[in-house]
C-alpha cells in the first residue's frame, strides 16, 4: 500500500476507535477526533502530515514516487 492509502486508513481507524471512546468512556476523547479533522484539513493546504512523514520512516512509498519509477521503466 501507498503512504496516502496507509494514512487514510489509519486516520479512518484513528477517528473510529475516538467516536467509539468518547460515546462509551468519556466525551473528552471527541477532542482527538476534532484534532484528526484539524490535522487532514491542514494537510489538504499544506500537503504534509505528521503521519505521512512516519510512514514514510517505515519505509512505505508514496504513490508520486511510484509514479515517476513506472515513467522510467
Not at 494514512?7 to 462509551?24: D, E, H, K, N, P
Not at 466525551?27 to 512523514?53: E, V
Amino acid at each position: 500500500m501507498t503512504t496516502e492509502r496507509w494514512l487514510r486508513c489509519i486516520a479512518g481507524i484513528f477517528i473510529l476507535i475516538s467516536v467509539m471512546l468518547g460515546t462509551w468512556v468519556n466525551h473528552w476523547w471527541f477532542a482527538f477526533t476534532g484534532f484528526i479533522g484539524l490535522n487532514l484539513l491542514q494537510s489538504a493546504f499544506t500537503n504534509w502530515c505528521p503521519m505521512m512523514w512516519i510512514l514514510e520512516r517505515f519505509g512505505t512509498k508514496s504513490e508520486k514516487t511510484i509514479s515517476e519509477k513506472a515513467h522510467l521503466t
